[in-house]
C-alpha cells in the first residue's frame, strides 16, 4: 500500500469515531479536578487520563512551576548545548537517585527516542522491534536506516521468537537490540522484564531498550517503575521514560548504566543539540515531583492507585468481561472486536456520564477493536465500580444494537470462552433478521452445489465456474499439494423467492504475505524461506482458490438490501469456516477498486483495504488479423509489426487436450520444467509452486487445454518422435464465453532473445478467435506488454481481516530496509 492510500486509509477510521463524538473532544471546565470533565456541556467522571498518581494537581508541583516562571519567566530559549537552565543539574541529580543511575533529561520521551537512537545504535546493528512497541519507538527508530541500520519484527512478548533471531543476526551484525514497552500502552500489559535480563545474560550481543512512560512512578523503588521495579539497570539496557503522565511534570529521562554513555548522549543527542528545551515551569513540576518521589509518600500514592487496580480488575473478573490483558496496571482494555461495536459501547458509556476511549484502526488491528479505560488516584471506589456496572449492563446490548454476536470477541482476542458472554449463544434481533431475509446455504465440494445455478452467478468470469472449480479440488484439494494444499467452501445466499442474491467460492491454503509485493522484497525473504520455509506465511481463507484470478463475489444489487443481508450472513459464515479451519487471514480479492458502497459494508466488518493487483482482459470483436490491428492504438500497432510478428514463423503451435494426442512423460517432466523456469525468474506474483502434475491433469480435463509453442530450429536437447521439445507452455482453462491462460512455463533462452512470452499472448488471443470466444482473460502483470495486445486493465482492491497483523507488519519492515 503506497504511501498516500495509507493515509486516506487511517484518515478514514479515526474521522469515523470522531464523526460519532468519540475523539477531538475539546474540555469546557474552567478549572480541572482531576476526577470529572466537562465536555458538550455533560459532566462525566474522567476515565481518560494517564496522570495515574493524580499529582498534576498536587499544590507542591503547581507552587514550583509558578515560582520557576517567576525567577526564570517562561522559556530559557537557548540550545542546551551552549547553556541550560541550572534546574536541569538539580532535576538529573534527583533523578540518578531515583533511579540509581545516569540520566540525561529531553523535552519529551520521543524526543529521548530520537535523540538516543542514533548515538546508542550503529549502522552495523540490527534492531528489532516488539509488535507492540510505541509508535514513537517505530517511527523515530526508522531514522536509522539511513545509517544502514536493519530493522525487524517480532511478534509481541514472543521470548522463543526474540531468541531465536537474536542467535541468527549475531552471527552478522554488531549488536541486536531489542526494543520494547514496560507497559504497553493499550493493552496494559507488561514486558517480561526478568526473562528479557535472562537473555541479555545469555546471549552478549543482545542490548535492551525500553520505553516504560506509562511504568513510571506507580510502581518501583521511588516510582522508578515496571522496567526497574525488580532488576538494576543491566549494563546493556537503556530505559527512557516520561516526566509526564505519572510523574506530572514534564519532559522525559533517559536512563543509562555508565556516566560516559550519558556525557555522549549530551553531547551527540539531535534533540539535545537541535531541540528547544523545556519550559521553566515544567522543570520546576519535574523538580517538586522527584522530592515526594524521592520521600516516604510514594509508597502511600502507590499503595492507594494499587488498591483502586485491585477493585477495578477484581469486579471487571466477577462481571466476566472480557479483557485484552488481565495483569494490575492503570490502563484496562475491554475486548470488543469489531469497531462498530466499540463505537457503539463508548456512545452508551458517554451517555451514562462516563468519559473512556475507544480504540480502533490504527492503534489496534480491526477485529481487536475496544473500550481503553485508565485509572487514576482522584477516582473513588465507587467511580470505578459504577464504570464496572455500566459496562456489564451495555457490554452485550452493544453487540444487540450493532447485530454482531459477543462469542466472536473470544475468538478474535484469543480469550478462554469462560462466562456467559462466550456461552449465551443468544441470537442478535439483526441476525435474526437476516435469517428471515436470506437462507444461507454451504457445502465442502462443488459436487453439492447446484451447477446450472452457480454457473449463473460465475460463468465466464473465470476460472471459478463448477468446471473451474471440479478442476482446483482435484489438483489442490489433497495433501499432495503441499503448501497449497486446499480446504473449500461455497457458499450461496437465497432470499425468500428463491433468487440467489450473494455467492462466492472460498479456499483455505498456505498464503505468502508477500505474494504482491515487489520483487527485490520477495528475494529477501525467499532467502529466509530458505531455513524456515514457512517465513512470513499465513492460513488463509480466501475468495477463490490459486488458480482463479477475477471477481470472486456475485451480489444481486437489485435484490434491494437483501444483498447486504446475505452478504453480512456469508462474512459471519466465513468466519466461523475460518476460525474451524485455524485460518490466520481471510482475503476477498479481485474486487473492484471502485465499488465505494462494497468498501463502506466491508470496512464495518473489519476488513482493511488494500490496493490489489491488476488484471487485463481483451474482447475478441475481430475475426481477421487486419481488424485484430485495426483496434489497436498506433503505437501498439507499431509494436505488433515490429516486436510480434516478425518472430511468429519461428513457432508451431500445438494444442493438447480432448480429442488429440495424450503427452510422454518425458514431456511432461520438460513442461514442469519450462513452469519452474518462470517460477525462479521472476517473483512478481510470489505463491508456492503449484502440484508437479498440474499439466498431466490439465490435459485429462475437458474444460483445460495446453497451448505448446515449439521453436522450428533444432532445440538443445533432441526431439520427441520428430518433434523439437516445446520451449513454451500454457494450461488454459476454456470457460463459458471466456479463454482463461493460466499456468505459464517457458525456456528461459527463447523468453529472453526470441520473443517468447508475447508469442504466448499472441496465440491466446488467436485461440479465443477460433473458438469462438469473445473474451480473454490475461491476468495480471506485464501492463505494457498486454495494453499492446488490446487489453483493458481493471484495478482491483483486495479486503484483509486478520486477527494478528504481524506478517504485514513484518513485511512493512523489510519493504523499508530496501527503501520500497
Not at 496522570?51 to 499544590?59: A, C, N, P, R, V
Not at 478442476?471 to 489442490?476: G, P
Not at 498464503?511 to 515487489?518: R, S, Y
Request: charged residues 25%; hydrophobic residues 40%; negative net charge.
Amino acid at each position: 500500500m503506497d504511501h498516500s492510500a495509507q493515509l486516506a486509509l487511517i484518515e478514514s477510521h479515526i474521522d469515523s469515531g470522531v464523526q460519532r463524538g468519540l475523539g477531538h473532544l475539546v474540555l469546557e471546565d474552567e478549572r480541572l479536578d482531576g476526577r470529572f470533565v466537562t465536555i458538550d456541556g455533560e459532566r462525566r467522571l474522567n476515565f481518560g487520563s494517564c496522570s495515574y498518581l493524580g499529582l498534576e494537581l498536587d499544590e507542591r508541583l503547581k507552587r514550583a512551576s509558578i515560582d520557576a516562571v517567576e525567577r526564570y519567566g517562561t522559556q530559557i530559549s537557548s540550545s542546551r548545548t551552549y547553556v541550560s537552565s541550572p534546574q536541569y543539574l538539580e532535576l538529573e541529580h534527583l533523578l540518578e537517585r531515583i533511579f540509581d543511575a545516569h540520566v540525561v533529561t529531553t523535552a519529551t520521551t520521543t524526543l529521548a527516542h530520537f535523540s538516543a537512537f542514533p548515538v546508542l545504535i550503529g549502522g552495523r546493528d540490527v534492531v528489532l522491534l516488539d509488535q507492540s512497541v510505541h509508535a514513537s519507538v517505530q517511527l523515530t527508530s526508522s531514522m536509522l536506516r539511513s545509517g544502514g541500520t536493519r530493522i525487524e519484527t517480532v511478534r509481541h512478548s514472543d521470548l522463543a521468537m526474540l531468541e531465536e533471531r537474536v542467535e541468527a543476526l549475531s552471527r552478522e551484525c554488531d549488536r541486536v537490540w531489542y526494543l520494547a514497552d514496560g507497559v504497553y500502552s493499550m493493552a496494559g500489559d507488561t514486558a517480561p522484564i526478568g526473562a528479557l535480563q535472562a537473555l541479555l545474560d545469555r546471549h552478549p550481543q543482545l542490548h535492551l531498550y525500553v520505553d516504560d512512560a506509562h511504568g513510571m512512578s506507580w510502581r518501583g523503588r521511588h516510582g522508578r517503575g515496571v522496567a526497574l521495579e525488580k532488576y538494576a539497570l543491566h549494563p546493556r539496557m537503556v530505559v527512557t521514560t516520561s516526566l509526564s503522565k505519572s510523574f506530572a511534570g514534564g519532559g522525559a529521562a533517559i536512563v543509562v548504566p555508565d556516566p560516559q554513555l550519558a556525557r555522549r548522549l549530551r553531547l551527540l543527542g539531535p534533540s539535545l543539540i537541535f531541540g528547544g528545551p523545556m519550559q521553566p515551569a515544567l522543570l520546576g513540576a519535574a523538580i517538586a515531583s522527584a522530592r515526594i518521589h524521592l520521600s516516604p509518600e510514594i509508597e502511600s500514592l502507590q499503595a492507594d492507585l494499587q488498591a483502586r487496580l485491585e477493585l477495578c480488575n477484581d469486579r471487571l473478573a466477577s462481571a466476566g468481561i472480557p479483557l485484552a490483558s488481565s495483569q494490575r496496571t492503570p490502563v484496562r482494555f475491554v475486548a470488543c472486536g469489531p469497531v462498530r461495536v466499540a463505537y457503539a459501547l463508548g456512545q452508551r458509556l458517554t451517555r451514562e456520564g462516563f468519559h473512556v476511549n475507544a480504540v480502533g484502526f490504527p492503534a489496534v488491528s480491526t477485529r481487536r477493536t475496544g473500550i481503553r479505560f485508565t485509572l487514576t488516584r482522584h477516582l473513588e471506589p465507587g467511580d470505578i465500580e459504577a464504570l464496572v456496572d455500566a459496562i456489564d449492563r451495555h457490554f452485550e446490548a452493544a453487540f444487540r444494537e450493532t447485530g454482531d454476536s459477543p462469542t466472536e470477541v473470544f475468538a478474535d482476542f484469543r480469550l478462554p470462552e469462560t462466562h456467559r458472554f462466550a456461552t449465551s449463544g443468544t441470537a442478535t434481533p439483526r441476525a435474526a433478521a437476516r435469517a428471515r431475509h436470506v437462507e444461507l446455504a454451504c457445502a465442502a465440494t462443488i459436487a453439492d452445489v447446484p451447477e446450472v445455478t452457480w454457473n449463473q452467478c460465475f460463468g465466464g468470469r473465470g476460472a471459478f465456474d463448477v468446471a473451474g472449480q471440479r478442476f482446483a479440488e482435484r489438483l489442490l484439494g489433497r495433501e499432495a499439494a503441499g503448501p497449497n494444499a486446499s480446504t473449500f467452501r461455497y457458499y450461496r445466499g437465497v432470499d425468500a423467492r428463491g433468487r440467489t442474491v450473494v455467492a462466492a467460492p472460498f479456499s483455505c491454503f498456505r498464503w505468502k504475505v508477500d505474494v504482491d509485493a515487489d520483487e527485490a522484497v520477495s528475494r529477501v525473504v525467499e532467502e529466509r524461506r530458505r531455513e524456515d520455509p514457512e517465513y512470513l506465511t499465513v492460513r488463509a481463507f480466501a475468495a477463490g482458490t490459486l488458480l482463479s484470478e477475477g471477481d470472486h463475489l456475485f451480489l444481486d444489487r437489485e435484490s434491494g438490501d437483501e444483498w447486504r443481508d446475505g452478504l453480512a450472513r456469508m462474512l459471519e459464515a466465513v468466519r466461523r469456516d475460518a476460525r474451524a479451519l485455524e485460518a490466520e487471514m481471510i482475503v476477498l480479492r479481485d474486487l473492484p477498486a471502485d465499488d465505494d458502497e462494497l468498501r463502506a459494508f466491508l470496512e464495518g466488518e473489519g476488513f482493511v483495504a488494500r490496493e490489489g493487483p491488476t488484471s487485463h482482459a481483451v474482447e475478441i470483436a475481430w475475426r481477421t488479423e487486419e481488424e485484430f490491428l485495426a483496434g489497436l492504438t498506433p503505437k501498439s500497432r507499431y509494436a505488433q509489426r515490429r516486436q510480434v510478428m516478425p518472430f511468429d514463423a519461428h513457432y508451431e503451435r500445438e494444442i493438447v487436450g480432448k480429442g488429440t494426442r495424450r503427452l510422454r512423460d518425458d514431456e511432461h517432466a520438460h513442461l514442469w520444467d519450462l513452469y519452474c523456469q518462470v517460477k525462479r525468474r521472476s517473483l512478481a506474483f510470489n505463491t508456492f509452486d503449484l502440484p508437479d502434475d498440474v499439466f498431466r491433469l490439465a490435459e485429462a480435463d475437458p474444460s483445460w487445454e495446453l497451448t505448446l509453442l515449439h521453436p522450428r530450429e533444432e532445440l538443445a536437447g533432441g526431439g520427441v518422435e520428430g518433434r523439437d521439445l516445446p520451449c513454451a507452455v500454457g494450461a488454459c482453462f476454456v470457460g463459458r464465453g471466456v479463454y482463461v491462460p493460466t499456468v505459464l512455463g517457458m525456456d528461459d533462452r527463447y523468453a529472453r532473445t526470441a520473443g517468447l512470452y508475447r508469442q504466448m499472448l499472441r496465440h491466446a488471443l488467436l485461440r479465443a478467435a477460433e473458438l469462438g470466444l469473445p473474451r480473454v482473460h490475461l491476468g495480471y502483470g506485464s501492463d505494457l506488454e498486454k495494453r499492446r495486445f488490446g487489453a483493458v486493465a481493471r484495478r482491483s482492491t483486495m479486503y484483509v481481516l486478520a486477527d494478528d497483523t504481524y506478517a504485514f507488519e513484518a513485511l512493512a519492515q523489510i519493504e523499508a530496509n530496501l527503501g520500497r
